[in-house]
């Protein structure tokens, strides 16, 4: 029993402490490089912006984007898509913070509206759906 426990604490130990995220890696200066695992900001020609994780020349784990309307999305990512956990605040105050598919509010999630309202509850497809809190 004293064997195993020694060998799960040894596996703990070189998984906590070898893994590394792709993000601890800087990628290139140069904004035309490509970027494969690794942390960098990229800002487009619309003026957009982004600073977080790439993977395969794309947004791909957690990163923060700035649009020129002043939309903000801080969160998850997945081929270039907002994709996963994350909060977007839209420039006229409302704030979505919750689960995203495909770069629109899909699962459980909260809405602050604008006039100060709230919404707890499930998000489908963008639209609120049921009754929430």
């Known amino acids: 029993m004293k064997i195993i426990s ?16 792709f993000g ?8 035309e490089a490509y970027k494969h695992n690794c942390f960098g900001k ?22 923060t984007n700035i649009w020129v309307n002043g939309k903000k999305y801080i969160g998850e990512w997945l081929d270039n898509k907002v994709h996963g956990f994350g909060k977007i605040i839209l420039p ?17 999630g909260s809405i602050l509206f604008k ?7 499930e998000v489908k497809n963008g639209n609120i759906d049921g009754y929430g809190i």
Do not use: A
């Open 6 to 21: 020694i060998i799960i604490v040894i596996c703990l130990k070189t998984i906590l402490f070898t893994s590394s995220s």
């Open 115 to 121: 006039n100060g309202d709230t919404y707890e509850g």
């Open 42 to 63: 990229y800002e487009y020609s619309s003026g957009e912006k982004y600073i977080g994780e790439f993977k395969n020349d794309k947004r791909n784990g957690q990163g």
């Open 92 to 108: 006229d105050g409302m704030v979505y913070k919750g689960d995203f598919r495909n770069d629109i509010p899909n699962g459980k």
């Open 24 to 31: 601890s890696m800087s990628c290139p200066e140069n904004q």
